[in-house]
């Protein structure tokens, strides 16, 4: 394991860069994200440890990034005064582009794996933004011709996470306060619906099953996190305040859950599927344990036996644990290349560690 000391600043959220294995880049707040500034650190992997290749400090805290997916010195990032920057590595100091999208605190951001031309953000003041990054041709920094977001997905919740699909460029989806997975699809007719295809009540009751009595009903709570599965298109996972992580399939929005996933002692920060193995994902929580999870697809896992939590279901398990952090832990991410089981975490205590799930399964 790994281990790297963010002096001063508790981290938020930490990624992979897409085009290297040993580059991550970690979103980071003073004063735990409450008030004061923000700073962005791009990190190297060495035989030596984990070095600082180089930071950005920012006025306002920062509470989430994505890598750009077109450019791989390009690091987009969500801030609290509601903006949105984009840095590049190969410069100093200023961001090479600010939006000022949102009236809030912005929460997330996440650059479109198929399109590559857009990304999106998504923030407490209940919207969804999409962005467009044109690079001009008449300057070598890859300015934008326009500052302006192309769409605004109104949400009317504070909404914390929002991603687009790995499988499509004009789906996305997001979670929000009021316990709902919405989906976007920006193909169809903008109408009334503004693009709103699924709106799916994260809280439904999951199907009643053979010898157990039925579910009464569950109180709605805020939703914080979720993710699309890497080789499944229709399987969402979603995570929040309930401890409980939950998998979809958009194809039946009415059945429910396919999956229940209890175990987290407090609210689940961050989901992530494995960019390796369809059934694996990994989950970061406010009780300071990362946990990795089958979601029960695989094959041979719905024939063990029951689940010992009555409110588990799908045949999913925890498959190991990870208790190294000792503040919340909100941030964590896979790494895309090499022996799959790599990953890097980030907490509010002040520390990002990159480790092998494969060391902790069983634990």
């Given at each position: 394991m790994l281990e790297f000391r963010t002096q001063g600043f508790n981290g938020y959220a930490v990624k992979y860069s897409p085009f290297f294995d040993s580059r991550l880049a970690v979103a980071a707040s003073a004063n735990f994200g409450l008030v004061g500034n923000g700073r962005l650190y791009i990190l190297g992997l060495t035989t030596d440890g984990i070095v600082?290749?180089?930071?950005?400090?920012?006025?306002?805290?920062?509470?989430?990034?994505?890598?750009?997916e077109a450019h791989e010195n390009q690091v987009v990032v969500a801030a609290g005064d509601g903006s949105i920057k984009l840095f590049d590595i190969g410069l100093d100091e200023f961001p090479v582009q600010s939006w000022?999208?949102?009236?809030r605190e912005v929460f997330a951001v996440h650059w479109n794996l198929v399109g590559k031309d857009t990304f999106c953000s998504s923030s407490w003041?209940?919207?969804?933004?999409?962005?467009?990054?044109?690079?001009?041709?008449?300057?070598?920094?890859?300015?934008?011709?326009?500052?302006?977001?192309?769409?605004?997905?109104?949400?009317?919740?504070?909404?914390?996470?929002?991603?687009?699909?790995?499988?499509?460029?004009s789906i996305l989806s997001a979670v929000?306060?009021?316990?709902?997975?919405?989906?976007?699809?920006?193909?169809?007719?903008?109408?009334?619906?503004?693009?709103?295809?699924?709106?799916?009540?994260?809280?439904?009751?999951?199907?009643t099953r053979l010898g157990l009595p039925?579910?009464?009903?569950?109180?709605?709570?805020?939703?914080l996190t979720h993710d699309w599965n890497k080789y499944r298109d229709s399987i969402i996972a979603?995570?929040?305040?309930?401890?409980?992580?939950?998998?979809?399939?958009?194809r039946s929005p009415g059945q429910g859950p396919v999956a229940v996933l209890p175990g987290h002692d407090?609210?689940?920060?961050?989901?992530?599927?494995s960019p390796h193995l369809p059934d694996v994902l990994l989950s970061a929580s406010y009780d300071m344990t990362c946990r990795v999870w089958t979601d029960g697809s695989a094959l041979g896992v719905r024939a063990e036996e029951g689940p010992s939590n009555p409110m588990a279901m799908g045949g999913g398990r925890e498959?190991?644990?990870?208790?190294?952090?000792?503040?919340?832990?909100?941030?964590?991410?896979?790494?895309?290349?090499?022996?799959?089981?790599?990953?890097a975490s980030c907490g509010w205590d002040e520390r990002v560690l990159v480790w092998d799930v494969r060391a902790i399964m069983g634990s």
């Open positions: 600082v290749e180089k930071w950005f400090d920012t006025q306002d805290s920062l509470y989430d990034l994505s890598w750009s000022q999208e949102h009236k003041d209940g919207c969804i933004k999409i962005v467009s990054f044109v690079p001009a041709t008449s300057t070598p920094y890859l300015r934008t011709r326009s500052c302006d977001s192309l769409l605004t997905l109104p949400t009317h919740s504070c909404t914390y996470s929002a991603a687009y699909s790995p499988h499509s460029p929000s306060s009021d316990s709902h997975l919405r989906i976007f699809d920006l193909r169809t007719p903008a109408s009334v619906s503004n693009h709103l295809t699924l709106s799916i009540p994260i809280h439904a009751s999951a199907p039925p579910q009464s009903g569950i109180p709605p709570t805020e939703a979603a995570a929040g305040v309930d401890r409980l992580i939950r998998t979809f399939d958009i407090y609210a689940v920060r961050k989901v992530a599927w498959l190991g644990r990870m208790g190294r952090h000792t503040e919340f832990v909100v941030g964590v991410d896979w790494c895309l290349f090499g022996a799959e089981g790599w990953c």
